[in-house]
């Protein structure tokens, strides 16, 4: 079964077959998701989860270069107001939550760079292979902002040091280190090996006893059932953040390159 939705904000496509449920999406600057491409992808991710025939979920994104830019930039400048500040960073929230929700495990093919809210996307994956060059960065301090949404599901993968220092630091982490730090799962050579290596997760747990993935599943995000209140608190502290001066100077330097 093939379900897809297109438009000028990007794609979001599901597949299922066997059992597994390949879902990707696509935006031409980069893979970046606005806010309509990230109801698209929440509210896909969220209808998957209900499927009684679906074991396993593959998420993944087009093309082979970044695997997501993060948000959209020019939404993020063209945020004039508290209530539109929060609803912006609220995006990546419901993606997160969706994953997290999700009753089956999500495994995630990471063929590139992973910036900002990708980075959260990554951690709210249950089990993540990515190619040795798909370094990431959380880049939100640069623009005067800080990666307060994202935060709790990277916490919850790598721990509060290693989120900070993330965090503090806008710069690259290579694949290694976010291997060693639990971002990803596996790290292999080049694309085909990642392709390889997607299939042949998604096979096995799909192969599994379900009832058996699926506690482990609750197990992995044990201590997050507050997770929709919290990421509304922190979508409002960024919401209110990106108003400010020292931020609007900051993304007008940023556009300016």
């Keep these: ?43 896909t ?47 990546f929230a419901r993606v997160m939550l969706a994953m997290v929700g999700a009753p089956m495990p999500i495994v995630t093919a990471v063929q590139g760079k992973v910036v900002g809210g990708g980075v959260g996307v990554v951690a709210a994956s249950d089990y ?8 990431l960065k959380l880049s939100e301090l640069a623009v005067g902002i800080g990666p307060f949404v994202v935060g709790p599901v990277i916490v919850h993968k790598i721990g509060l040091g290693a989120y900070g220092a993330m965090a503090l630091d ?51 995000w044990e201590g997050t059932a507050d997770w929709e209140i919290l990421l509304e608190e922190r979508a409002a502290t960024s919401g209110a953040l990106v108003l400010s001066e020292f931020t609007r100077e900051a993304i007008r330097q940023f556009k300016r390159g």
């Excluded at 993540?128 to 370094?135: E, F, G, L, Y």
């Excluded at 060693?180 to 799909?206: E, K, M, N, S």
């Design 128 to 135: 993540a292979i990515a190619v040795d060059k798909a370094s």
């Design 170 to 220: 806008a710069d690259w982490r290579d694949a290694a280190w976010a291997e060693r730090h639990g971002l990803y799962a596996h790290v292999v050579a080049d694309p085909t090996a990642l392709d390889v290596a997607v299939a042949a997760r998604a096979q096995a747990l799909a192969a599994s006893n379900p009832d058996a993935v699926r506690a482990i599943k609750r197990v992995l």
């Design 45 to 91: 991710i969220e209808h998957t989860g209900t499927r009684h025939d679906v074991r396993v979920i593959v998420l993944r994104s087009e093309g082979s270069g970044a695997f997501c830019a993060g948000a959209s930039f020019d939404e993020l400048a063209a945020i004039d107001d508290p209530g539109t500040g929060r609803e912006f960073f609220l995006g």
């Design 1 to 43: 079964m093939t379900t897809s939705l297109f438009s000028d904000d990007g794609s979001v496509d599901l597949r299922v077959n066997g059992g597994i449920a390949t879902i990707r999406f696509g935006h031409p600057k980069s893979n970046a998701l606005p806010g309509t491409l990230l109801r698209s992808l929440a509210s």
